[in-house]
């Protein structure tokens, strides 16, 4: 189910009979035809035990389910929408970003500190983002918010990409990530607002990062 982007702030689907959409509650803009919207309470494809790791790391974004037959344009507080289309791979993305995303895709929870270990807790302590992270798998679209625009970096066997952890906002593939110190001329001017860490993630896949610093 493919998004068409309106603007680079607003993205339409088209939902048809017998497929849904999740999509974050108040993202809805304007509807055409015979479309309804529930309240989700079982956390998408992946059940309960999906909603309850994300409200254990205080990660719960409430979700909807959109069904029926129509089209719908999505966006949510001015900000700026990546759309994400899936061949069977893994997106890796916090759940407060995710604006609206195919049903088809089966939604888990996966620990930071599996990934990277200690670095992967840091992380959540540095950043403010979760010790959680939301993942979608399978064959559909994402739709992904971010602050003033979305570059994908491609991610190549032997060239790992250093991120700063408050401008990442989601990879997918076969990547591998850990947080590293990085002392440099930020931290002599006094901004302590977490560039003395960079995520560096390395492997086969690509990183979605966001033109700023800000936190949804």
Known sequence: MPFREINSKMVEATILPGQKMFSQRGAMLAYRGDVGFTPNIQGGQGGLMSMIGR???????????????????????????????????????????????????????????????????VRGQVTGQGLFTTTLKGHGAVAVMAHGGVIEVPITPGREIHVDPQAYVAHHGDVRNKLSTALGWRDMVGRGSGEAFQLELSGSGAVYVQASEEKL
């Not at 089209?71 to 929408?81: A, E, L, N, S």
């Open 55 to 121: 409200r254990v790391a205080n990660e719960a974004t409430p979700l909807m389910t959109v069904e029926g037959s129509g089209t719908v344009m999505f966006g949510h507080g001015g900000h700026h929408i990546q759309v994400v289309n899936l061949a069977g791979d893994t997106l890796y993305v916090e759940a407060d970003r995710l604006l609206a995303f195919d049903g088809t895709l089966q939604q888990g929870t996966m620990f930071m500190g599996s990934q990277g270990g200690v670095m992967g807790m």
